[in-house]
């Protein structure tokens, strides 16, 4: 069996990369924080307050997530674009701290990797989700660097933008995601470390297969 994690901060283009590594290898790829996106993005239509515990796992009870050819299904429905804007990452960045939800996902993300040879990335693969996985890398990128592409992805978008704020909310983001006192964002002391901040995305995935290489042969 073959399981690739992959950890880092938001804006490292982990998803991307993710995605081109499964195609390469013949992997399943799994995004763990669409998960938490997607959960999140419910409580926001709903109203569901991240304080409110009960009415968080009353509302997780009743909720269904499956990946259908690499795209993330809510209850049903296809929610891979609405779960890509910036209200809804840091939705997800307090949602994925409550209990239930992390329990939700974890289960989820058990039953995939216990079947299939996956790539697997979130925040929390390495150190918790798949602490034995047999290659682990961190990747991360300098702020400035990671709030650069999330601002030309908003205005290729069509979408407006300010860099500064976007430089803020990444920095907010990753004080929470290292901060929260459930399975905090950090390097596995046994994970590669890959610093995509002056890398293409070719460059990326070809180190990420050199380092799979190295391990499997």
């Not at 283009?13 to 499964?22: N, P, Q, R």
């Not at 901040?197 to 380092?211: G, P």
């Amino acid at each position: 069996m073959l399981r690739v994690a992959i950890d880092g901060p938001s804006g490292t283009g982990k998803s991307t990369i993710a995605k081109l590594v499964a195609a390469r290898f013949g992997l399943e790829y799994i995004d763990t924080g669409a998960m938490y996106r997607a959960i999140a993005l419910k409580a926001v239509r709903n109203a569901v307050p991240h304080t409110d515990e009960a009415a968080v796992e009353k509302m997780v009870a009743d909720t269904e997530i499956d990946f259908v050819n690499s795209k993330i299904m809510l209850d049903g429905k296809d929610v891979s674009g609405e779960i890509r804007t910036n209200e809804i990452s840091m939705a997800a960045s307090h949602y994925s701290k409550i209990p239930c939800i992390r329990a939700k996902v974890g289960a989820l993300c058990d039953q995939l990797t216990s079947s299939k040879d996956v790539v697997m990335e979130g925040r929390d693969i390495c150190t918790v989700v798949i602490p034995d996985a047999e290659v682990k890398i961190f990747m991360t990128a300098s702020p400035e660097v990671r709030a650069k592409r999330r601002y030309d992805q908003l205005l290729e978008a069509g979408k407006e933008a300010d860099y500064d704020k976007v430089l803020e909310e990444v920095k907010a983001r990753d004080y929470q995601d290292s901060h929260r006192e459930i399975s905090p964002l950090k390097q596995a002391d046994d994970a590669v470390l890959l610093d995509s901040s002056d890398m293409t995305i070719e460059e990326n995935v070809d180190a990420i297969a050199e380092i799979i290489h190295k391990v499997v042969g």
